[in-house]
Nanobody, 127 residues
Framework: QVQLVESGGGLVQAGGSLRLSCASS????????MAWFRQAPGKEREFVTF????????DYADSVKGRFTISRDNAKNTVYLQMNTLKPEDTAVYYC????????????????????WGQGTQVTVSS
């Protein structure tokens, strides 16, 4: 089992920045990939970014590419999401997800590929 705890959400003006953190515990030695998804009211959960734990390979949704950066601290078993130049359309609950089994990279954009989820943290961007 893996437990995930997100932090760092809040209210920010458009153009501002926030950094989200996701601390993992439990079977972290078998971590394969971690990701961030987000869900706005009335919308489906959507992929934001993932990072493969051992290789550091990353992928981003087009909507956040160039503005968001995912990184990891292996020693702390923590993944971060640096969000810059935030827009009102980035407003959502942001969820951290983890997968301990290998997956093809093409599949890692799907929420169904992740076995573990955090509780979510609210990000609100005002215009």
């Amino acid at each position: 089992q893996v437990q995930l705890v997100e932090s760092g959400g809040g209210l920010v003006q458009a153009g501002g920045s926030l950094r989200l953190s996701c601390a993992s515990s439990g079977r972290t030695f078998s971590m394969y990939a971690m990701a961030w998804f987000r869900q706005a009211p009335g919308k489906e959960r959507e992929f934001v970014t993932f990072i493969k734990w051992s290789s550091g390979v990353t992928d981003y949704a087009d909507s956040v590419k160039g503005r968001f950066t995912i990184s990891r601290d292996n020693a702390k078993n923590t993944v971060y999401l640096q969000m810059n130049t935030l827009k009102p359309e980035d407003t959502a609950v942001y969820y951290c997800a983890a997968q301990t089994n290998p997956r093809f990279s093409t599949l890692l954009r799907a929420p169904s590929q992740y076995d573990y989820w955090g509780q979510g943290t609210q990000v609100t961007v005002s215009s």
